[in-house]
């Protein structure tokens, strides 16, 4: 008999070690302790272990080889971390182990996925009645929220899509900014699109597309746009697209996965007003919200267009009044994604999620400031949590954000923006405190000068 206290206080003690260590840790993960990850390397055993035994061994190689991106000064692509009340309330509802895509399988799971379902249309400012498919990411909620738009499109022409497929369907004109995100041609491809047979469309400086630059559309079409590039944070002029895409019968698809969050700080509501025009947006929890992954969240305006993309049917599965989470994703047997986001969004509040965005972009302003007084060059408007900084030529750069990551301090990654090499600073983690912004700045400048004297 498995001793489940004793194993469970182990696992709650190892969890509240490796949180008070990540402080004190460097950000990246040392070379011993990838080296380490060779002793996994061991063939399948013959025999059982004691789940102690097991435990203690993933905590004694996995947890050094982690990146420390549950810490404040991760600013790496856009990850944020998991808020304690998110992570306890993921913990509790993995050991309920209940099977959440059936209502008759998980009650708890399937109605408190319909209370996040609510809280997030009231908190983005959508459509109350908007439907959601509690999914792994930004990727798939793209994917899911562009099967229903393929649905629409096409039953607005005469052609059902789910029951008779892509072949002699009327074509559909798919328009594409050139700053999409890659997994928007990656759900086209899945969708039996093309990811290439797309009309892509212009984006300005800052990489929001250019309004001006749509063509004209009749016909069923779809129009992906973006609330948060990934580089600068800048978001599409929802409302204008909308304006110009008026009667032709378009659906406009938000990919939203961190962007979408600034609806819910009013200090920031501007920039993504016009995005509640749209037919469908894609969220993410794992990223801004700041729950544990996986967790991503397709909404659309007509809930019966992302029900009739991704019911599942077979008569063992019976039906009730109740929602069925599985007739809204694309999967059936899952885990209690809502409880995350619904764990988040009850420990926030509207103020503390207003909050949490707000000082966020504060931070990404300061670094933007402390890099520009320093003489670096920032290449975007920071009107988000994004900044993008050059040191200089393109190996220089190159060489400071790796000498950055090498350090610990902090962790940023590399990108091209516009035929420029930056470094990409996302601060989007409810842990990043003044102070680790302070530290962190200060690991960069001390870097990058070094670096600029040296050369
Ligand atoms: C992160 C991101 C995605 C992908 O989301 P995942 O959760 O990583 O699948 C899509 N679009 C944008 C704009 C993103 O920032």
Redesign the pocket.
Known sequence: MVAMKELMEDVARRITAYDDGLDERPVAPSSEALEALRQFDEPLPEGPSAPEGVLARLDALGSPATVGNAGGRYFG??IGGALPASLAAHLLATAWDNNSGLHACAPAGAHIEEIARRWLADILRLPPDCGAGFV???????FTALAAARHAVLRRHGWEVERDGLFGAPPITVVVSEEA????PKALGLLGLGRRRVTTVPADNQGRMRADALPPLDGPAIVCT?????NTGAIDPVGEIHERLAGSGAWIHV?????LWARACPERARLVEGVERADSW?V?G??WLNTPY?C?IALVREAEDLKAAMTTSAAYLVAGDEREPCHYVPELSRRARGVDVWAALKALGRSGMAELVARNCRQARRFAEGLREAGHEVLNDVVLNQVLVSFGGPETTRRVIARIQADGTCWCSGTEWQGRTAMRISVSSWRTTDDDVERSLEAMLRIAGEEARAA
Not at 136 to 142: F, K, Q
Not at 181 to 184: A, G, R
Not at 226 to 230: D, E, L, M, S, T
Not at 255 to 259: E, L, S
């Open positions: 692509f856009v792994t990411g930004g990727s798939m909620a793209n995100h890659s997994s928007i973006q609330a948060g590039n990934v990919d939203g996965a961190f962007g894609s993410d794992h990223k996986d991503g």
